[in-house]
């Protein structure tokens, strides 16, 4: 076993060289998740006063998961997130058949 082979006076000298020569030996960090492609391919329109964020935050989210920011109604937009007083993007978006997100819905979907 692994533990034997490092158990034996020859190894442990072997380590101390490696260790006098530099050597660190140390546990591999834990490397987060890949969160950059969570809304890959998405579009994400922003309306109506953010509660949470400021609407820069929040388009810098969809960024950094992969996903493109519109700044106004296009066709391009894959999701709406709404917050206080959205207007009438909403019922455009419900009537073009787009995804619409409340502010935590969409802070949920990036952050689960």
Not at 22 to 47: A, N
């Amino acid at each position: 076993t692994i533990r034997a082979y490092f158990d034996t006076p020859e190894s442990a000298a072997l380590v101390d060289r490696l260790i006098a020569a530099g050597v660190s030996p140390e546990s591999p960090k834990p490397t987060p998740p890949d969160r950059s492609s969570t809304l890959q391919g998405e579009t994400v329109l922003f309306t109506g006063k953010l509660l949470t964020m400021s609407r820069e935050a929040a388009q810098a989210l969809v960024r950094e998961h992969g996903g493109q920011v519109a700044t106004a109604w296009s066709g391009n937009v894959t999701i709406l997130v709404v917050g206080d007083k959205p207007g009438s993007k909403r019922e455009k978006a419900i009537r073009a058949g787009i995804r619409v997100l409340e502010e935590r819905q969409f802070l949920y979907s990036i952050n689960p």
